[in-house]
């Protein structure tokens, strides 16, 4: 066997080689160089040119379109320079590859892993917590659509039909900025009653025209189909929601002198506006509003609102027995009037002198009462002298031992007679009857203020004469007033639900069918009903049927919201709606959306 000797003596570098033992350094170098030697070239992450729009349409987990909403598989991949500004309810365009666009609505938004991976351990999250930053794209932002309309053009005029066709996978997904396409594609009518600018998520959707916004209307014209003030309107809102701003900012634009709806007679006539205000809010419709500022009225001009105080306004104040209305808080022209006990005969208002709940033997009795009042006195005949009628023991013993009525129920009656507010009816102010030319002018508002009233009971015993009174001459064919039947008519009820309830008396039946039958006849006789309330679940179902457009403003209450029966996505948003949001439900006028109203109101309003 060969002896290779020692190798501690051996030197590698040998220094008679010349080589020295290359240190660290030399390493390095070595290293260095190596690498210039071996250059990878690199490339641009980013993908060349601008991106257009949030991202594409996706189809890693389907991609259908479906008559069943529940089928349909609808989603986006959103690119991460634009995931900041994507927001649930947002609007967007996906263009096919013809000239035609599906408009649809983000109704989710989730991440997703791009790559798979536990990010569910101890190692992760620590790892999470000691970072500074978010990088979006480790991960995948997805949007859920769901489609709205397809929008085409027909011969230079954007028309919008139900979504039958799918998209290409990939295809472009776009914000909507376009107002005309956002209008078609939520069949927002061009024309009509401005109610407030369309919104997502309290915040107004923005265009490139100018102004930016997307203005909301309701259809007012008859080539549109019927105007929709007269198939009724409820604004629904809680204590502090802003629905008596908004109500006032509406009813103002029916008072514009160039609005007006042509009668069976061929004339064009403007509406008159009657409100009925149980706080003393409505007359300062009269004033103009100080804080509305110069460059505030020039936008409003802009997009066809109508603003400022409206001369033509009668504060129309009922009179009651020892009590006196201020009106400090407005400077519309005041007229005082009282109900004539006759109206209860001439307009067949025989529960308007009930105290309380009648049942159905009491009712009849009372109809026999009145009759033989009335056949004896006439219409002179006054509620003094209706008592001192019920007084006579001799009426009673007659009609008691004649079968038609009985003694107790006699006495039920005049209990119930009795238990109104005896300082309303014949008081020293002209009758209502006298002041219809008055109570109804074209072009005119005439408020109703029942705040300074003594009692609740009071106060709905004239609202209810009042209103009656109207509706009948509406839907007569044989009027007492021509003049309230020939005149557009818009009856505006704040806290309606104190007066149109469905409560189990006789009373309250009838007030309720007489209400429904007008509800049902508005459109033929020009009459909408304008129903103002916190409490929307309180107005008798067979009234709130009949009713075509919602605004609902901040409800805290689960009943009250469930109650308008608005879409659920909606409903959701509104106990954390701010004062001045809005969602608007009219299926006959445009899509269920999302508003924000005037920040000022276009007349007086508050102190």
Known sequence: MTDLGDFDEFDAGGSDGGETEPDATGTESASANAEAEVRFERYPAEAAGSDQGLGTVSVSQGLRVSEDGDETALRAFVTTGSRESVRLGSY?????????????RITALEYAQE???DDATEIHARRQMRRDGFDERDYKYMAELEPVAVIYDDGGEL??????????PGSLVQEAADE????TGLKIPGDGVFLGHLSVGGEKVRTAAEPPTVDYRVKDAYEDGDPLVFRHTLVAGGTGSGKTHASKNVLRQYLDEERNYPMDDGRDVSPAVVQFDPQDEYAQMHDENPELDEGFARKLDREGVAHGGHDDTIALVPVEEGVSYGGENHRAEQVRFTIPFSI?????????????GLNDNQYPALLTLLNRFFGEFGSSGTYQQFLTFLDDPGLKEE????????????????RRVRGIPSGVFDQDARPITELDHELVRPGGLTVVPTYHLSTSRAKEMFVLALSSLLVDDKLSNSPNSQRVKET????????????????????????????????????KERLGLFLITQDPQDIAEPVFKQVNTKVVLNLGDEDAISSVNIPTNL?????????????VYSPDNSEPVELIGLSKCVTRHGE
């Open 344 to 356: 209860v005969h001439e307009y067949d208002m025989p529960w308007l002198v009930a105290g309380s």
């Open 488 to 523: 557009p008519l818009v009856l505006g009820m704040d806290e309606a639900h104190n007066f149109l309830s469905d409560a189990d008396t006789v009373q309250a039946r009838k007030v309720v069918q007489k209400f429904t039958e007008a509800a049902k006849q508005g459109r």
């Open 180 to 183: 005309e396409k956002i209008k």
């Open 399 to 414: 009609l008691d031992e004649a079968g038609r009525v009985h003694e107790a129920t006699f006495d039920a009656v005049k």
């Open 92 to 104: 967007l365009l996906v263009p096919y590859p013809d000239a035609e666009s599906l408009f649809c």
């Open 571 to 583: 409903a959701e948003k509104v106990p954390y709606m701010e004062k001045g949001q809005m969602v």
């Open 159 to 168: 028309k919008r039909r139900m979504t039958d066709r799918v998209p290409k």
């Open 115 to 117: 790559f798979q991976s």
